[in-house]
């Protein structure tokens, strides 16, 4: 399902918001690699390639945290969502603050706003998926809105020309 979602952006990740596997589009738009951070919490508040094209951060950081409660909330003693709140806590003033506001907000549907380098602002609804067989992982689909010329934008990053040009991106 993930590859078919393309050329659009799909990935899954378990309960604890490891990344498990992404498609081609979504390391090309949303930035998704091997390199660091294997996990969406800590690569939302640490990493400059994920904090940086999120053109709202100040807005979405609430969320991103109470929909992390929402599903830390579901198994409190689990030692490995204390894990991960632990490492969050300690890399980042930011997520430490916002989590001490105990908010909660359940996943589901959302809208994105990247800021992509190389074509500007794209516009995504996020809608994320749970597997009654597989209660642990969910599925993250991300479809273009009608804004901003989003999906031509999306097409063209996964496409052959696209791929090349994230590759060996041009000056400007």
């Not at 899954?12 to 498609?23: G, L, R, T």
């Not at 053109?55 to 204390?82: I, L």
């Not at 969910?138 to 934008?153: C, D």
Request: glycine share 6%; charged share 20%; aromatic share 10%.
């Amino acid at each position: 399902m993930i590859e078919t979602w393309m050329p659009f952006p799909a990935h899954v990740m378990d309960a604890y918001w490891n990344i498990v596997m992404y498609n081609d589009a979504a390391s090309l738009v949303l930035g998704l690699s091997t390199d660091g951070p294997q996990n969406c919490l800590l690569s939302f508040f640490t990493d400059p390639r994920y904090r940086g094209p999120a053109g709202n951060w100040e807005t979405v950081a609430p969320k991103v945290v109470a929909q992390y409660r929402a599903a830390w909330s579901e198994r409190p003693e689990d030692e490995g969502f204390q894990a991960v709140v632990a490492e969050a806590k300690s890399a980042s003033e930011e997520f430490a603050r916002l989590w001490e506001q105990h908010d909660v907000l359940p996943g589901g549907r959302d809208s994105k706003v990247v800021e992509h380098p190389l074509v500007g602002t794209l516009h995504l609804e996020t809608t994320q998926l749970r597997l009654p067989a597989r209660p642990d992982l969910a599925i993250l689909l991300y479809t273009p809105l009608p804004v901003a010329e989003t999906a031509a934008k999306v097409e063209r990053l996964a496409s052959p020309e696209g791929q090349r040009e994230s590759a060996y991106p041009v000056a400007g």
